[in-house]
Structures are given as structure tokens and as C-alpha cells.
């Protein structure tokens, strides 16, 4: 374990610090957290940074804030709307104050609930069709990733009848300042480039920026709900402001050097299908196309697929010269 690691005890996560009264909660493969959080002492109060998928998850990260900090967890940021980063809010709704973005609130108001009654359907359903998929895989590496997969399902298995769509109480538009006794945070908001709206969480004391899912490191992002043009522009807006860590709503805390490679990855994609296109090649062909070498490693491999063929949708509709 790295000096600036620590177990959190907990099946779905660990905990890595990052400075004094900061800490990235790092999902575990097979855990039930599925996406990253942050934990933000403020000196007088603690700020959570995402909830992750399950409130089994949830109460882990719940416990491990008020171990560290020895303090109540009293405010809580959804980063967006997806479910893997808001569905533990329920174990904060008590204590806690939950923000968001305007359109954040308005997206789980209007989506949650049908999102909810999707998963209490067919979840087990999934689950027992990734499972024959599994056993009847041969190659390790779809096997590794079939079983991200099954851990998925599993965990809201598990979480289903107990959970609930809480939405948060409080929001904001655009941009906010979190003013505490030992550092501020400001909350900034990107439209469009992952989801409808995208809350980064920016230390600038520490020169720390929690990202949501406007950055994926070592994994396939999942472009279906954004515009990847709008998601280049906000990653190198996002660079500029000079931080030195970066923590991504999946995989690994990484750094400045890493939303680069997101934005090379986006623009690779995009030629990829610009290339079918032009070839007079049809959007079927895209579960034949080779992974590029430089993300050959990654996980998640079936998002590279899925946003292709997003990406030959959207570009396919561009009128050509």
C-alpha cells in the first residue's frame, strides 16, 4: 500500500488521501460503489462528493468521513445524474444537505424514478444473462470485463428493495463558492459534455479537482449522453485552471497529463467513424473495429463500441463537402 493510501475497511472502496482533510474514494472491482467519491474536510463542516450506486456503498463512505474527520457528514454534491454517483444519497438525506446544478435536481426529479423502475424490472434479468455470458466466454479479458458487469447487478440485486431516488434539496446555477475555516471549495458547472450538466469540484488551496465523469483514466468513457466536441472544449477549459490532481469519476486519481489523453481518445474515435463513413462502411461494422493500441488496456471495452456507434449517428447526420 502507498504511504498516502488507506483501507477503508469497506468491500467497495478505498480510501486514498490526497491532503490533509481530502481524501478520493476509489471504487473497488466487485464492490457496490461502481464510480469514485470525495471526502473534503472544510474545517467547520464535511462535504461528500458523489454517493456512488448502492446505499450499501453509501454507508460504507458515510462511516469512513466521520472516521477520518471525526465529524458529520452535513453536505453532499451530486456531480450529474447518473445513477452509479447518486443512488447512496438516501443514507446522507437525514443529516445532510444535498446540491447539484439546477438541471442536475430537474434531471433526477424527471428521469430518476422511470430509471429506478427500469432496474427493479429487469435486474435480475441482466443478471442471469451476464452470467451466461460469462461461462460461455473464452478469453480472459471479456471475462474481467463481464465480471465488472455482474458485480453491477449483484450489488442492486442486493439494494433494490431498500433503495430510493432522493433528489437533492439545494442547488445552483453555473457556479459556487463553499466557504469553510480550513479551505474553500467551488463548485463549477459544464453543460453538455458528459450529461446534461457536470459539477466539478475545485480545491484551489490544494490544487485538487474532484471531475465526475468529465473524466474517465485507464477506462472507456460513455459518450451516449453528452456532446464530445463540448466535452473537449470543457477538459482543456478545465486544464487551464492549473491543477496538479485530478480525481475521475472512474478509475485511478491522476493528474493534469490525463485529460489530454481523454480528448485524444474522443478525437481518435470520431475519426474512426469519419473513416467508416467516408469508406461507405455501415454502423454494424463497428463491433469488428480493433480497439487503438493506445487504449488497448482500458476498462470497460463495450463503452468503446456504444460511443462509436453514438459517434456514426451524430456524424453521419453532418453534411458532407
Known amino acids: 500500500m502507498k504511504d498516502n493510501e488507506r483501507s477503508s475497511g469497506s468491500l467497495h472502496f478505498r480510501v486514498e488521501q490526497l491532503a490533509d482533510g481530502v481524501y478520493a474514494a476509489i471504487h473497488k472491482d466487485g464492490g457496490g460503489a461502481i464510480s469514485n467519491a470525495g471526502i473534503v474536510d472544510l474545517g467547520n463542516r464535511i462535504l461528500v462528493f458523489d454517493?456512488?450506486?448502492?446505499?450499501?456503498?453509501a454507508r460504507d463512505l458515510k462511516a469512513a468521513a466521520e472516521a477520518l474527520t471525526m465529524k458529520p457528514v452535513v453536505l453532499v454534491v451530486n456531480s450529474h445524474c447518473h445513477n452509479d454517483h447518486i443512488w447512496g444519497n438516501q443514507v446522507f438525506k437525514v443529516q445532510a444537505d444535498i446540491l447539484s446544478t439546477v438541471a442536475t435536481a430537474e434531471a433526477i426529479v424527471s428521469d430518476g424514478p422511470g430509471k429506478y423502475e427500469w432496474y427493479r424490472e429487469n435486474t435480475p434479468q441482466q443478471l442471469v444473462e451476464l452470467q451466461a455470458s460469462y461461462d460461455a466466454a473464452g478469453d480472459p479479458r471479456e471475462r474481467s470485463e463481464?465480471?465488472?458487469?455482474?458485480?453491477?447487478?449483484?450489488?442492486?440485486t442486493a439494494a433494490i428493495n431498500e433503495l430510493e431516488v432522493v433528489p437533492p434539496n439545494k442547488t445552483f446555477d453555473s457556479r459556487t463558492a463553499i466557504n469553510g475555516t480550513a479551505r474553500t471549495?467551488?463548485?463549477?458547472?459544464?453543460?453538455?459534455g458528459h450529461s446534461s450538466s457536470d459539477a466539478?469540484?475545485?480545491?484551489?488551496?490544494?490544487?485538487?479537482?474532484?471531475?465526475?465523469?468529465?473524466?474517465?483514466?485507464?477506462?472507456?468513457?460513455?459518450?451516449?449522453?453528452?456532446?464530445?466536441?463540448?466535452?473537449?472544449?470543457?477538459?482543456?477549459?478545465i486544464q487551464?485552471?492549473?491543477?496538479?490532481?485530478?480525481?475521475?469519476?472512474?478509475?485511478p486519481v491522476?493528474?493534469?497529463?490525463?485529460?489530454?489523453?481523454?480528448?485524444?481518445?474522443?478525437i481518435a474515435c470520431q475519426e474512426i467513424v469519419r473513416g467508416m463513413i467516408r469508406g461507405g462502411i455501415g454502423k454494424d461494422a463497428v463491433d469488428a473495429v480493433d480497439v487503438p493500441e493506445r487504449f488497448a488496456s482500458w476498462q470497460q471495452v463495450g463503452f468503446f463500441r456504444s460511443n462509436l456507434r453514438f459517434l456514426y449517428g451524430r456524424l453521419s447526420e453532418i453534411p458532407r463537402d
Do not use: C
Open 51 to 57: 454517493t456512488f450506486l448502492t446505499p450499501q456503498a
Open 146 to 156: 463481464l465480471s465488472l458487469w455482474i458485480a453491477y447487478y449483484q450489488h442492486l
Open 185 to 192: 471549495a467551488e463548485l463549477i458547472e459544464y453543460r453538455k
Open 200 to 237: 466539478i469540484l475545485y480545491l484551489p488551496q490544494d490544487s485538487i479537482v474532484f471531475m465526475g465523469d468529465l473524466l474517465f483514466i485507464d477506462s472507456h468513457p460513455y459518450l451516449g449522453d453528452g456532446d464530445p466536441d463540448t466535452l473537449i472544449e470543457n477538459l482543456r477549459e
Open 240 to 251: 487551464r485552471i492549473g491543477a496538479k490532481i485530478f480525481v475521475p469519476g472512474h478509475g
Open 254 to 266: 491522476g493528474a493534469a497529463a490525463d485529460l489530454p489523453v481523454l480528448v485524444e481518445y474522443v
